[in-house]
T-cell receptor
């Protein structure tokens, strides 16, 4: 398996523009997580899905952020409109239940810069 | 609610010296505990996890950690540091082995020749 695949790896955009980050989880994994990493706040959970259904979005900063999981193999995190304070590395992770060995895997991240 | 505190945002050791990275947790339920490593401009890689099977957990690259319930600690150790161990290390807690993780602030490990 190729692991959790995120795209793009880097994104530079202007303030006010819409940004879409993409994630392909490991096949068969039924949990998908979006985390954000910044110097100030460290690693924080934004939202997670179970079987494509959002379970907890309490970490989503504000209404400018939205996430979808239309099927088991694809998820998006959208920011509209983007602001400079959204600059961060965004990680996607997926995991497997029941626990048949440890399947919690992170993608390589998308480094977002909003100018 | 769960939380993790990593004591020391930066740790510096000499090559060959003992590595000790400290992690204390708070959890209202029996925790699952994890250590991840992050190399510059890369994602997070699992070093080891505690899932209640054994209190001393061995991971990759010679790292190990001991779960001490009485001290609510899960410190990461390695007997002899290598230059390639230089990275940022994160302790994390979860209520399950597959659910959402709550991370500590991270500890940057520097290894000197």
């Amino acid at each position: 398996d190729a692991g959790v695949i995120q795209s793009p790896r880097h994104e530079v955009t202007e303030m006010g523009q819409e940004v879409t980050l993409r994630c392909k989880p490991i096949s068969g994994h039924d949990y998908l997580f979006w985390y954000r990493q910044t110097m100030m706040r460290g690693l924080e959970l934004l939202i997670y899905f179970n079987n494509n259904v959002p379970i907890d979005d309490s970490g989503m900063p504000e209404d400018r952020f939205s996430a979808k999981m239309p099927n088991a193999s694809f998820s998006t995190l959208k920011i509209q409109p983007s602001e400079p304070r959204d600059s961060a590395v965004y990680f996607c992770a997926s995991s497997l239940t029941p626990d048949r060995g440890y399947g919690y895997t992170f993608g390589s991240g998308t480094r977002l810069t909003v100018v | 609610a769960q939380s993790v505190t990593q004591l020391g945002s930066h740790v510096s050791v000499s090559e060959g010296a003992l590595v000790l990275l400290r992690c204390n947790y708070s959890s209202s339920v029996p925790p699952y505990l994890f250590w991840y490593v992050q190399y510059p401009n890369q994602g997070l890689q699992l070093l080891l996890k505690y899932t209640s099977a054994a209190t001393l957990v061995k991971g990759i690259n010679g790292f190990e950690a001991e779960f001490k319930k009485s001290e609510t600690s899960f410190h990461l150790t390695k007997p002899s540091a290598h230059m390639s161990d230089a990275a940022e290390y994160f302790c994390a807690v979860s209520q399950t082995s597959y659910g959402k993780l709550t991370f500590g602030q991270g500890t940057i490990l520097t290894v000197h020749p």
